[in-house]
């Protein structure tokens, strides 16, 4: 079974960056999809960004591009999403999940990640 922990959330002023950990344990890292995704209360979980097995490539909803970077450390068993240029709306709770033989087209669907971590709040304020 694989543990996820995730770390780094806080509050931040609208513009500025917060950099998301999430250690992962008991599993094969590097054959997994890591993903990350949030939770509002309009949004029971959002897709944000995916870092595809053995890092071949990285994956981002629409609203995050050219913000957010998702990266992996597969000696560390980690994996990273760096916010940048933070908006209010960017204000959630932040889970990472893992899972396995996830193809391209089901990466953003939540159901297709096996394992979570408990979550790290990042609040944004204006």
């Known amino acids: 079974q694989v543990q996820l922990v995730e770390s780094g959330g806080g509050l931040v002023q609208a513009g500025g960056s917060l950099r998301l950990s999430c250690a992962a344990s008991?599993?094969?890292?590097?054959?997994?999809?890591m993903g990350w995704f949030r939770r509002t209360p309009e949004k029971e979980r959002e897709f944000v960004a995916a870092?595809?097995?053995?890092?071949?490539?990285?994956i981002y909803t629409d609203s995050v591009k050219g913000r957010f970077t998702v990266s992996r450390d597969n000696a560390k068993n980690t994996v990273y999403l760096q916010m940048n240029s933070l908006k209010p709306e960017a204000t959630a709770t932040y889970y990472c999940?893992?899972?396995?033989?996830?193809?391209?087209?089901?990466?953003?669907?939540?159901?297709?990640?096996?394992?979570w971590g408990q979550g790290t709040q990042v609040t944004v304020s204006s």
């Open positions: 870092s595809r097995a053995r890092g071949s490539s990285t």
């Open positions: 008991g599993g094969t890292f590097r054959t997994s999809t």
């Open positions: 999940a893992s899972g396995e033989g996830i193809i391209l087209s089901s990466i953003r669907d939540a159901t297709q990640y096996r394992s």
